[in-house]
DNA sequence: TCATATTATTGTATAATATTCAGATATTTA
DNA sequence: TAAATATCTGAATATTATACAATAATATGA
């Protein structure tokens, strides 16, 4: 068998999707091209990025969400976003905000479980010289990309 | 004139969005009917939960973003979920997580500007009786949703 | 091991949906 | 207030998803 899954995973995880105009037309009670051209400008305009899938996490190995504080090295600290763009190569890191307070970047990582965390925090303190990374696990994910859990 | 945008972002938010099938079948290079039944597969699986557009959110009017991590009220300790199944009706409120450490709630919160953010803080705390919250601001958002910013 | 059931793949036909286009209407600009 | 520009919309067309049926692969279990 072809194992598809992964690969589509990856693709949409991103993107390779698309609005459903005549389900919105029929929602809005306006017609369809209307709310094709509304759909279009937003594009056009660079106000809508992506159209992507939400996935229930755990189902695709994913199921260990971390929150990492991180000081960069002292090396980098005038310039995080450097890091912050290297970093956002990996599909495992969901988020990367340059942040206030005590830390300047703040990650929000995806992994099968703690295992898989741990060598990924390994592989990048080791890559980008981290000076400190401080973690909090998430138990239990209520609503994630604007959409409830199940 | 309709004003049809913000109506449009509020459903594309959370889904009205659909997979392009002909498109993936392209990329991978596989029969259109094979991946079709393949996101079948995962729909039916609940692998997948929503599909949704990814938004610049400077540009509908939701360009600040703040980390905040709660301390509910000791009679809601025990059982932080219900407050966070409340929130998670606020449309300004991108994530919510049950975490580890100091405190038991991590929101993602996005608004227009600090203004708005503060008057929302204010409405919650009040409602939910929050002990603590703390706010981290995310300066500059490098990747957000798995999708790296422009 | 081998028969049987289940799951996965795929081409063809069809249904649903997006897109183009052109004309009308509204809004902005000068 | 006239001209330019942006938005709205129906009708025609192009594209895409879906249903179906045949085939192939895998799993099940006596």
Same mark, same amino acid.
């Given at each position: ?13 991103? @993107? ?11 929602? *809005? ?11 279009? %400008?937003?594009?056009? $305009? ?6 992507? &899938?939400?996935? $229930?996490?755990?189902?695709?190995? &994913?199921?260990? /969400? ?8 002292? #090396? $980098?600290? @005038? ?6 763009? #290297? ?11 340059? /942040?206030? @307070? $005590?830390? #300047? *970047?703040? *990650? ?13 925090? %390994? #592989?990048?303190?080791? %890559? ?23």
């Amino acid at each position: 068998m072809k194992n598809i899954e992964p690969k589509l995973v990856e693709l949409l995880k991103q @993107g390779y999707c698309t609005p459903q105009i005549s389900q919105i037309a029929k929602k *809005l009670k306006e017609p369809g091209t209307t709310i094709h051209y509304n759909i279009k %400008k937003l594009e056009r $305009d660079k106000v809508i990025r992506s159209y992507k &899938a939400v996935f $229930d996490y755990k189902k695709i190995d &994913a199921g260990h /969400c971390t929150y990492v504080f991180v000081n960069v090295s002292s #090396e $980098d600290y @005038g310039s995080p976003e450097k890091i912050a763009h #290297e970093l956002a190569n990996d599909p495992r890191i969901e988020s990367i905000d340059i /942040c206030t @307070g $005590d830390y #300047e *970047l703040l *990650l929000k990582i995806r992994t099968k479980d703690i295992d898989e965390y741990y060598s990924l925090m %390994k #592989e990048i303190i080791a %890559k980008f010289k981290f000076s400190k990374a401080s973690s909090i696990i998430s138990l239990n994910q209520v609503k994630s990309e604007f959409v409830r859990a199940a």
